[in-house]
């Protein structure tokens, strides 16, 4: 597709001399033949053949890779291998025949080798495991002229002792290998720059090993636990006189990475030194101002500092995260624009060579072609710049590097195989992707005039962009990216300015008329129980009945609209909830305690449910013809069933309210809303909202009271002709029963659509990516305090990895943020009042009885006083017979279980009167097959968290004592509300038969 994005224009001159020296490189690497990483003999390189040829096997491949080191057995590598690889494992290697008969009896014969084989391919890209096997590469690569730069291998961390001992390891390297450097001789030839010597020992850093606590909404916070780890880094560097550099990790960490570094080298501690580097990505299409903004600081802190910059290691899954998310793609979408960008980039730090040296970080002959006549253009001496590969990759290029004069630095990560996976397989995505320069030059058989070719060009070539495929009549609304500064700005003014708002006083409304002259309620903050949100006006039965009467004289005139106009004030609720979302997002906060994002995500789904309803009725609303019959017109339609109630929880205060009321309404029923009385004040946002959008007055009644007199007054109403229904077991079990009961005058059997609890698992199996499972597990158990009907409350952990996960889990709950959920970055807040926490309180003294608490976090000082807060609490040693283990908690409790294999899991899983949610990690397909199978739950997660249903994609609900079967968000949801008709028209004259028509007549 054709790129309009400005990149420099083609210079001429300039493409004679990238030409000409590109080609003086491409001589010398063949003059200095390594065997390039896809022309390795072997194993290896059949591996890399076959991926690249065949997509799927790639996957299975990476996948396999993936899982391996976690695999303790023999037969469980077998096992594996069979399971992603079948027969290719055979194709692949025709020993692997014999071996894969006999492995039931000697597995061992197998997966020695596997392991082997990629252990080996991990040790091309791996410089070693110990800081030994480092100081041997420093010396060898300085016997080549090549300097080093250091990697410890380790990403994910998800507790404070983990950061303390990624800490440790680069502390110790920096002393083991700052000893060996300082009694090397001299400095080799890539180590000495312009003025003199450069640091010899030279550190990259991926900071998000350093501190578990990385907060989107609070990227100050994770800044200053970033600074407590980074502080003894960067004091050791400056008494060693190492180099530290920053790496770039995914996008949602590089506004965060950019802020600490300016800020830590700000601080006067650090102001002289150590020398700093930093990485940027030319992929990201706001690289260039990251870049200029950069620049500018260090000119103005008067730092030096080293720019190393990237195309970026992370295309496949930013690409993919911002698909799932509905956020802007933030990297180029063309391989030439990365290039081209590369290149822009390329002058600009050259042009400011005064204040940033460039290390061009690529293996792109082109690239670096380009980088070199440029310098030269600008007269920037060679020794002020370096070039950076890494290791195992292009050593033919180091090689023709050196010998041309530049200086070049190798990139060596050193550590174990477990956490070098993600690295690895990293690397091998790089070698085998479509579009990269290494899989060109090695297998693709491009020339060199075509491997040379300026990106700009090539983008000018590029075929227009296809049409874009009809966009699909629904969207979900995407969630608001808290990573950005300016979003976290317009929250923070939406705090202050609903706080500035709040005690307002909230009408009954009926049939239009607003009534206030009745008791009023205060509805609290749960973290301030001091701050009161507003009053309501306490709806009488009288006014139930009212409501019900009023409903039912619009109800004619409502169905008799044409769906797609129903459908039209839905889409127009949805969009007046988009322009106040951050207002409806601030008020949640302080009415149901909801943090953030969890807020956010609540306003996008009642966003959702409107649109997504008012499709689907634009669709149920057209006739269908039954059957194409000669002479007879057959077509269903659907009528609206007539008056309802919607009853919802406080948990998705406006999400779930105004589903159970929206669906109903677009369907053609009048409805009475009858709110959680914990979060009245934002169903009355609700209700101004939909009456704005155009729902006529009595079609929707706004009805706040308690659920003990009007909502069960309403329930038995003989005027109800359906309860649409979330919240509790014993509630919905009394609705469901006292809706079976018909009364005199009641013109239809109710209909219910109840949706009530769960005792949600997730099983852990033995080979599950653990780096993944516990912080989906830490989210699904205790985000918004456990409060969701899908929240995790029982983990079932397969006795190989229990022990091993515990600790790490337990150890990780440590970081939870518990605090005001006004407070940008809190994870934990306090449950919805007194009565849910002391109930919650008295399941845990119950849990302590039963089982052993392994965790229970100690609440900041002055929280338990402001607000009703439960501290988050986990147990182990936890029998599936004890009541912490079968009653639904509804707060920050989780039970641990052990299983010895899956088939017990399985059990132990679904031995419970709930169906809701439940989850697998497993990296095993049959195990994930299985689960798919026979687990057998409303939403079932596989290697993911068990919460944050989205509409359409994952339409919401259970069985069991969890509810109906109803789907909320689904396809069939509204079906609820409609009652199905058929009709047959003779449409034969005398033998006279017109054409058979699939259109039918107006509905
Ligand atoms: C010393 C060193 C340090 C590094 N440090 C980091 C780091 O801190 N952070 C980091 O992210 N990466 C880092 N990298 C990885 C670097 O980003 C990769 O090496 C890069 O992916 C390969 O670039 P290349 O110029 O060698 O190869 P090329 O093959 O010329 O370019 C590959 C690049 O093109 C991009 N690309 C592929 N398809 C498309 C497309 N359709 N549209 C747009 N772009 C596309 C790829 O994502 C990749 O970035 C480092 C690399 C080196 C050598």
Redesign the pocket.
Known sequence: MKSDAPFLPPDPQIEAKVRSLGERLFGLMDAHPTPGILSKKGAYARIMEWSMKDPAFKAQLFRFVDVLPSLDSSSEIVRHLREYLGDKAVELSPAMKTGLMAASFAPAMVAGPVKANVTSMAGQFVAGATPADLVKRFRSNAASGIAT?IDLLGETVVSELEADAFLKRNLDVLDTVGKAAAQSGAPCFSDQGPKGPLPRLNL?MKVSALTPEVLPTNPERSIAALKERLRPILRKAREIGAFVNF???SYALKNLTLALFRSILSEDEFREGPAVGI?L???LRDCEEDLRGLLAWARKAKRPIVV?L??????DFETTLAGQRGWPVP?????P???AN?EKLTVLLLENADIVSPAF????V??CAHAIARAERLGVDPRAYEF???YG??DELKAALIATGHRV???CPVGDLLPGMAYLVRRLL?NT?N??????KDVGGASREVLLRNPVDLLAALPPAPPAPPAPAFRNAPNTDFNLEENRARMRDALAKVAGGLGRRHPIVIAGRKISDREMVASVNPARTSQVVGHWARATVADADLAVASARAAWPAWAAKPASERADILDRAASLMEARRFELNALEVYEAAKPWIEADGDISEAIDFCRFYACEMRELGRVRVTQATPGERDVHLWTARGVGVAIAPWNFPLAILCGLTVAPLVAGNCVVMKPAEQTTVIAAALMDILAEAGVPPGVLNFVPGMGEDVGAHLVAHPGIDFVAFTGSRQVGCRIWETAGRTLPGQANLKKVVCEMGGKNALIIDNDADLDEAIPAALYSAFGFSGQKCSALSRLVVLDGVHDHFVKRFVEACASIPVGDPAEPGTVVGPVIDAEARDKILGMIEAGKKESKLAFQSTLPAGLAEAGTYVPPTVFTGVSPSDRIAREEVFGPVVAILRAKDLDEAFRIAMDVEYALTGGLFSRSPSALERAQNEYRVGNLYLNRGVTGAIVERHPFGGFGMSGGGTKAGGKGYLENFLFPRVVAENVMRRGFTPPPDDAGKPA
């Open positions: 730069t990259s790496d770039m990790e990485a990505q030319a992929y190393r990237v195309k970026g290691a992370y295309w990297v180029w979408s063309e391989k624009e990365s290039d590369y970080a690529s293996h792109n082109r690239s950076q590969a890494l990759m292009a630095r190798e990139y790089e992707s579009e990269g320069f290494l899989r060109a």
